[in-house]
């Protein structure tokens, strides 16, 4: 006796049902070990999208730092730019303006900014605000200028940080001495970023530093090193 066509229907639907069940179980794997690869060789890729999902993740992957350090990193971060890579204060003091995630300033630091990006390869580009016209550097490049000062400008610091103890009264430490060393802002910015950092940044990112959030889910960094 030959089939009913619904049965032959029914057949091919659950075959298609099949395959695409195992080619979506093939693409997850796949995507998970090309992700594993890149964290175990190294490879600088940027997975978020948000401007302050990238730092943190960088303040993670490239700089070593555990929770309590990036939460008082990212607590100087915010309070100069929201995280904005091209937040720029045209007025700042003496006549100068900042620019960048950390507000390099015109008085040297921007200027060093933009020598170092433009050496390693960074396209420039250019905006307009508040009557002065400044290059631009991408995101990419101002965490990888942050890097360069952190070994080569302020390398006891960075040793430092990354000793901090991993507690919220460690957060708060590091908060400090990123505001007095490598931000420099004056005093009277210092005790908000340094609360901010147990108030705000630890209870959002204090739980689970090592947990790295990509844009097709999350990977256990822990069991990426075993």
């Known amino acids: ?82 995280f904005d890579e091209n937040a720029l204060n045209p007025n700042d003091s003496g006549g100068t303006f900042s620019y960048g995630i950390c507000q390099w300033n015109s008085g040297g630091r921007y200027y060093s900014l933009i020598d170092w990006s433009e050496k390693n390869g960074y396209s420039m580009g250019e905006m307009t605000a508040g009557g002065i016209t400044v290059k631009t550097v991408p995101l990419q490049a101002q965490l990888e200028f942050m890097k360069y000062e952190l070994e080569n400008v302020v390398s006891a610091k960075y040793s430092e940080l990354k000793k ?35 108030a705000i940044y630890w209870p959002k990112y204090g739980a689970d530093t090592l947990e790295r959030v990509m844009d097709f889910g999350k990977i256990d960094s822990q069991e990426m090193v075993k």
């Open 164 to 198: 901090i103890e991993n507690t919220a009264a460690g957060a708060e430490e590091a908060a400090r001495i990123w505001a007095e060393s490598y931000e420099i802002c004056a005093e009277r910015f210092r005790e908000k970023r340094i609360k901010d950092a147990s």
């Open 1 to 82: 006796m030959k089939p009913q066509k619904s049965s032959k229907k029914s057949l091919k639907k659950n075959f298609k049902t099949a395959i695409f069940a195992i080619l979506t179980v093939g693409i997850v794997s796949a995507l998970s070990v090309l992700a594993i690869y890149a964290f175990k060789s190294g490879t600088r890729a940027t997975y978020s999208e948000t401007g302050e999902a990238r730092i943190r993740e960088y303040l993670i992957s490239e700089l070593g730092f555990n929770s309590a350090a990036v939460c008082g990193i990212m607590s100087n971060i915010s309070a100069e730019s929201k």
